[in-house]
């Protein structure tokens, strides 16, 4: 179970990454240029989608580093993770793949007892 939880974060880290990208590039595009932002949309709290395009991809791939050895903490990042993703950008089509995948590597990290055999 821990090297399911370690792949599922590493993952929906790194697909959270890309949405990151995205958003965080979407903020500044739009604060820079007005005109974008009447046109395509202005952000209600930018420095939100910020903070979560910075974090949530630090949790999840930090968790799913430490999912072998300390799983209780690593479930603890990854789940903060799935939350930080959800709260920050919603759940849609490009959010609902990280947010399961750090999910369910969170939940697994947690429910697991015992080192897993080689």
């Known amino acids: 179970m821990r090297n ?3 792949t599922l974060g590493l993952i929906g880290g790194v697909l959270a990454m890309i949405v990151g990208f995205f958003s965080y590039g979407y903020t500044e595009v739009t604060t820079q240029n007005q005109q974008i932002a009447d046109l395509a949309g202005q952000v209600q709290h930018p420095m939100l989608i910020r903070v979560a395009s910075f974090l ?5 791939i ?4 430490m999912a072998r050895s ?3 903490a690593a ?5 903060a993770a799935s939350v930080l993703i959800h709260f920050a950008f919603g759940f849609g089509v490009f959010t ?3 947010i ?3 999910g369910l590597g969170g939940i697994l ?8 055999a080689h």
């Open 4 to 6: 399911a939880a370690l």
């Open 100 to 102: 399961a995948m750090c």
């Open 96 to 98: 609902m793949f990280p």
């Open 62 to 65: 930090a968790g799913a580093a």
């Open 75 to 79: 479930g603890i990042l990854m789940l």
């Open 109 to 116: 990290a947690l429910l697991a007892r015992q080192p897993d």
């Open 56 to 60: 949530a991809p630090i949790l999840a």
């Open 70 to 72: 300390q799983n209780v």
